[in-house]
């Protein structure tokens, strides 16, 4: 049974670039979650999906932040025109029913450098 | 969701219990008290959660005072792989996506 997976483990961009990060959940699990970790601080919330849906993005920046969780395949967090700020960890969680009634289970995250 | 306040660092002697106490006297009645691990560099893992009664599995055991204004998490025999930072989170699944994370408590196992 397989955990949340995430890729790639590590990327590297150039600023101006664009990154996508990719989180395929738990088996069963239709609810997705993104956080951001950035050096030496907590986790923050940035979106809650669901299949083909975005519920919360109420910690996503409004700007050249965007997330998809299609019918098929992996949920998907795009930055465009990266800037050295966006550098950290960004993490996925997962959950089957929803945040009402379930735990979050975290995938290994993916860490982003820009130069 | 109701803060928390978490010693910065603890150390525990390996096979000894751990012993981390989260203050969360805010809390409110629809609130459960979570805890999550993060080991270096890596995901945080769900250790455990509850509303009021205690709890305990196979990971650690989560003890909550009678008032519910704090809370305990016990690991019974720690290991050196237990060396994480230790994240108390009160969430109310009726109000709330997320978790919200703190800065935790650093737990040290020494040999």
């Given at each position: 049974n397989a955990g949340v997976m995430q890729n790639p483990r590590h990327l590297v961009?150039?600023?101006?670039?664009?990154?996508?990060l990719r989180c395929s959940p738990m088996?069963?699990?239709?609810?997705?979650y993104w956080y951001r970790q950035l050096p030496e601080?907590?986790?923050k919330f940035m979106v809650y999906l669901q299949k083909e849906n975005i519920i919360d993005e109420s910690g996503m920046p409004k700007e050249r932040f965007s997330a998809e969780f299609p019918k098929e395949g992996p949920s998907i967090l795009r930055i465009q025109q990266v800037v050295r700020g966006d550098s950290a960890?960004?993490?996925?969680?997962?959950?089957?029913?929803?945040?009402?009634?379930?735990?979050?289970?975290?995938?290994?995250?993916t860490r982003l450098t820009v130069l | 969701d109701a803060k928390t306040t978490?010693?910065?660092?603890?150390?525990?002697?390996?096979g000894r219990a751990a012993n981390?106490?989260?203050?969360?006297?805010?809390?409110?009645?629809?609130?459960?008290v979570y805890w999550y691990r993060q080991i270096h560099?890596?995901?945080?893992?769900?250790?455990?959660?509850?509303?009021?009664?205690?709890?305990?599995?196979?990971?650690?055991?989560?003890?909550?005072?009678?008032?519910?204004?704090?809370?305990?998490?016990?690991?019974?025999?720690?290991?050196?792989?237990?060396?994480a930072v230790y994240y108390c989170i009160v969430r109310?699944?009726?109000?709330?996506?997320?978790?919200?994370?703190?800065?935790?408590?650093?737990l040290t196992v020494i040999p």
């Open positions: 961009r150039r600023r101006g670039q664009e990154a996508r088996k069963g699990h239709s609810h997705v601080e907590g986790l960890a960004y993490f996925c969680a997962s959950s089957p029913l929803g945040p009402s009634t379930d735990t979050q289970y975290f995938g290994p995250g | 978490q010693p910065p660092s603890m150390d525990c002697a390996e981390l106490p989260c203050n969360h006297s805010t809390i409110s009645g629809n609130e459960y560099s890596q995901g945080p893992q769900y250790i455990i959660h509850g509303l009021k009664n205690n709890e305990t599995n196979e990971m650690a055991s989560l003890i909550i005072t009678e008032d519910r204004k704090s809370s305990t998490l016990i690991l019974p025999h720690a290991t050196l792989r237990d060396t109310d699944p009726n109000t709330g996506n997320q978790f919200y994370f703190g800065t935790g408590t650093s």
